[in-house]
């Protein structure tokens, strides 16, 4: 730990969890910050999740057009899901490319892991390559309705131009892919 | 809206509040799912961010190292900030970058925007360039202790490699600068 990080430290005083869901729990941490003041820290706790950059031999991403109710509207992302407790990043990015899209991948690597939003959340997301993909039977949890989209690097492109891609794991992955076309080109 | 979206949309019961704090509301909403049957959503909601990704006229982005209470850790993001109530996501980009990193940009301009985790909350962010910039004075709120980080894009790309940038929007603003740079040199 550098000299920054310890003076930067706030202190817990207390911890009360407001709620504990299915999918997150909520708690408010009364800290003490770096100048000695107190305050309180809303924090969403979440079992973190795995999203999968898929792309099969056309040269195409694998892509989900599923309902999101916070939004309250339709968006397209990666396949993604949520870890199950105790399982490893790599078994969830296996099981949930399979369940949500029907593909299966020969090979299946780690890219990237951020966290998706550190100022009130500790979801962290482990980014996934799938490569040698082959086309299988979906298999979405019973409260899960998808629509498999697959598109080229073009079409990806335009989306994002026109903000028709607003998912930022998804945004991720595909720049990731975007600039791996570029490497190879330059 | 299309037919997929008809069919997906998941109708709200009713919605409980379970928590109204300072910057999230945490709901839990009964909804009818496209199958007929009932379900429950936790909803977190949040409202919303920019980012700013801003580069010296050395060619550095200016970074912010923060101690991140959900993580109980330190990391390295781009300048960014909440929208306070009405207020306007431009104005908000120009009053973040000059309160936590001290910089003031002759051009504010936004280059996309996004959900940060569309499973569980509704927070946007949205992601603005900032060109031409002169250094200043910071004005971090009480509760906010920064630290200013300058690095080029090959700092940049090292650290991203070795896993040590791991925010979100902090790497899609990365991978919008390093896009730039290549689309440039091809």
């Known amino acids: 730990m550098n000299k920054?990080?310890?003076?930067?430290?706030?202190?817990?005083?207390?911890?009360?969890?407001?709620?504990?869901?299915?999918?997150?729990?909520?708690?408010?941490?009364k800290v003490r910050l770096p100048n000695g003041k107190?305050?309180?820290?809303?924090?969403v706790h979440h079992s973190g999740a795995v999203a999968i950059l898929a792309i099969s031999k056309e040269n195409k991403v694998i892509m989900v057009k599923q309902y999101r109710k916070?939004?309250?509207?339709?968006?397209?992302?990666?396949?993604?899901?949520?870890?199950?407790?105790?399982e490893k990043p790599l078994d969830c990015?296996?099981?949930?490319?399979?369940?949500?899209?029907?593909?299966?991948?020969?090979?299946?690597s780690q890219i990237a892991k951020?966290?998706?939003?550190?100022?009130?959340?500790?979801?962290?997301i482990y980014l996934f390559k799938a490569e040698d993909i082959q086309p299988g039977a979906a298999k979405?949890?019973?409260?899960e309705f998808v629509e498999l989209v697959e598109l080229t690097i073009d079409e990806v492109?335009?989306?994002?131009?026109d903000s028709k891609i607003i998912d930022a794991k998804t945004l991720i992955a595909l720049n990731y892919w975007q600039l791996?076309?570029?490497?190879?080109r330059l």
């Open 4 to 29: 920054m990080e310890k003076d930067y430290i706030e202190q817990t005083i207390s911890s009360t969890t407001i709620y504990e869901g299915k999918i997150i729990k909520v708690d408010v941490d």
């Open 38 to 43: 107190e305050s309180f820290r809303e924090i």
């Open 70 to 86: 916070p939004l309250e509207k339709t968006i397209l992302e990666i396949p993604a899901g949520k870890l199950e407790k105790g």
């Open 93 to 108: 990015a296996i099981r949930e490319l399979k369940e949500e899209t029907g593909y299966t991948a020969s090979n299946m």
């Open 114 to 124: 951020f966290y998706t939003s550190p100022g009130f959340a500790d979801e962290i």
């Open 140 to 143: 979405p949890d019973e409260d």
């Open 157 to 161: 492109n335009e989306l994002i131009n």
């Open 180 to 184: 791996e076309i570029l490497k190879k």
